[in-house]
């Protein structure tokens, strides 16, 4: 059942059935895309661990490795040993292998939303799903791994951006993350309202987004370069404490600015194949928009991240980052 989870769900077929046992615990299925995994006994070093894949609808990779694991817990190979909710984020854009239908489901994680659509409804529906999650699983530290895929090349393959929020994230992330091939890690500047940023700033987890290398069609990604990340998974999976190394193996930047499209005219100076993390010298031109003219590198090197002239107007377009100094 758990193995064919993925399928059915985005057939839109009806599973069987909603609830059933598993070797070690119990499943349900929530609503579509929703799957929450119990176990008979839960280890004393478990977190109460929300993964999320698919939330942009076009970024496979992590769908393949979650179902990886989903099919080792199936097969008794994975004894389940800590309170799991797995999400397929956007069922209707994995579908059509698009990021999104009609807008970008990692802006709506709010709870003051009042937009209406396909979107905004699954937002909803998804932080609610979170909400009862974690309040069955009260006491517990709690713990969100949003997992996407990137547009472009990078510098770091695999990088983390790290929501703005008062909770501090604690030192074992960073050493775990690192052992599980991060090789860089982007520090928020201001509230994001994405999905990871939701579970940390209203329910204090322990959150990041997680870019695993460039999105590309199912069947097409090379899960070996993952490997260490399925590791860290698994292990959290099984309510183990998870392997760590040296935080310092990993670059540290933090946002300096957030440049947002605010004209129909708009365009970025640079390629669009431009891998993230490029660095960009004082003087240089990087964008040009209609209303609030062109952004020009000031003083110290800016670098690119996340660069997309194509999005709605309002959105980022790109984030602008400097170096860090890697958390002591
Ligand atoms: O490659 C890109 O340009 C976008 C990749 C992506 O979907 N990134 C996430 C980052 C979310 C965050 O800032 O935490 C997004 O844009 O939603
Ligand atoms: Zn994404």
């Not at 985005?10 to 895309?33: C, F, I, K, N, V």
């Not at 870019?211 to 998974?233: I, Q, S, V, Y």
């Not at 670098?303 to 860090?324: T, Y």
């Amino acid at each position: 059942m758990l193995s064919e989870w993925i399928e059915l769900s985005l057939e839109e077929t009806r599973p069987a059935a909603h609830s059933g046992r598993l070797r070690g615990g119990s499943y349900r299925l929530h609503a579509p895309g929703i799957l929450e995994l119990t176990p008979t006994e839960c280890r004393a070093t478990a977190r109460a661990c929300v993964f999320s894949v698919g939330i942009h609808g076009n970024e496979t990779a992590p769908i393949e490795l979650l179902g990886s694991c989903l099919a080792r817990i199936e097969a008794g190979l994975l004894p389940l040993g800590a309170p799991a909710l797995i999400i397929l984020g956007n069922l209707e854009a994995i579908s059509r292998a698009e990021r999104y239908v009609n807008t970008n489901l990692n802006r709506l994680f709010r709870r003051d939303l009042d937009e209406t659509g396909m979107e905004p409804d699954r937002a909803r529906q998804l932080m609610s799903a979170v909400d009862d999650f974690y309040a069955r699983h009260a006491g517990r530290e709690r713990l969100h791994y949003d997992l996407h895929t990137a547009i472009r090349d990078s510098r770091f393959p695999r990088f983390v951006v790290e929501p703005f929020a008062e909770t501090i994230t604690r030192p074992e992330q960073w050493r775990w993350l690192a052992e599980a091939g991060i090789q860089a890690v982007l520090h928020q500047h201001r509230h994001s309202w994405t999905f990871s940023h939701y579970s940390k700033h209203y329910h204090q987890a322990q959150a990041f987004t997680l870019e695993l290398g460039r999105a590309l069609p199912f069947g097409h990604n090379d899960l070996t370069a993952l490997a260490p990340m399925t590791r860290l998974l698994k292990a959290l999976l099984e309510g183990r404490e998870p392997r760590g190394a040296d935080p310092a193996r990993m670059a540290f930047f933090r946002v300096a600015h957030e440049l947002m499209r605010q004209s129909q005219d708009f365009h970025l100076c640079f390629p669009d194949d431009t891998p993230n993390f490029t660095e960009f010298a004082p003087g240089t031109r990087l964008a040009e928009d209609a209303s609030a003219g062109p952004c020009i590198v000031q003083d110290e090197p800016l670098s690119v991240v996340f660069p997309n002239a194509a999005v709605e107007l309002g959105a980022r377009a790109v984030l602008l980052a400097r170096p860090a100094t890697p958390p002591g």
